[in-house]
């Protein structure tokens, strides 16, 4: 009698553990003073926020050195930048943060007192009718093709902005670092001459034991 009443009791109790021990998922909202969540297997808005804040706003500050032209109404004449993309050349794969990213991009630029960003839609329209792709822009005989399909639209181009991705990663043992590099490059189509400025940041991943990660993220300025 008690063996059986012992079963009973340990079937109710492992049931019970078992329902108990049930994932599940729920979600909040991330207050905007809050850190942003850190990562545990890639990089995320930990690493490519600030990458993105440090790397335009050295940029555009050093070309924004020395006099501004101004205009008959005696406002500044704002340079445009054609930004025609990102290319993610690291081991991870950035999924959905390649859109975000450009995003960000060009709300940096249009925040600028001094430069002005074209659309994206028309520089998609452009590299679709002139069959050429973002890298192949660099090419004289191709940029001059796309500056003019654009200026037949009554939009002016002064820069050209190409955005790289790259990672190198260093393991030990359990651990490893995985350095983030993202380089902007900056070309004058007038004269030729390109600007670049690169911002890092390293971010470390470790296994314990059991198999579980937990990540930190330092990085230099």
């Not at 012992?6 to 998922?25: N, P």
């Not at 074209?118 to 822009?137: G, H």
Request: proline share 4%.
């Amino acid at each position: 009698m008690r063996r059986r009443e012992w079963l009973t009791g340990f079937s109710v109790v492992s049931l019970a553990s078992l329902l108990g021990c049930r994932g599940y998922q729920y979600g909040h909202i991330v207050k905007p003073q809050s850190e942003n969540l850190v990562g545990s297997h890639k990089g995320g808005a930990e690493v490519f926020d600030p990458l993105v804040d440090e790397a335009v706003a050295k940029l555009l500050a050093r070309q924004h050195q020395g006099d501004c032209p101004v205009g008959p109404d005696g406002q500044p004449i704002k340079k445009s930048i054609c930004f025609v993309g990102i290319e993610n050349k690291m081991v991870e794969d950035i999924g959905d943060f390649k859109d975000q990213l450009y995003e960000q991009i060009d709300s940096k630029i249009l925040e600028s007192d001094a430069f002005q960003s074209i659309s994206r839609r028309m520089v998609d329209a452009a590299l679709f009718e002139t069959r050429l792709r973002p890298d192949s822009l660099f090419i004289p005989d191709n940029q001059a093709l796309f500056a003019s399909v654009l200026q037949r639209q009554g939009i002016p181009i002064d820069y050209l902005l190409y955005a790289r991705l790259t990672s190198g990663t260093t393991v030990r043992n359990s651990s490893s670092q995985r350095d983030y590099l993202l380089t902007l490059e900056l070309t004058n189509i007038h004269t030729g001459f390109a600007d670049k400025q690169s911002s890092e940041i390293r971010k470390g991943y470790h296994k314990t034991a059991m198999g579980k990660v937990w990540n930190y993220n330092p990085f230099t300025r």
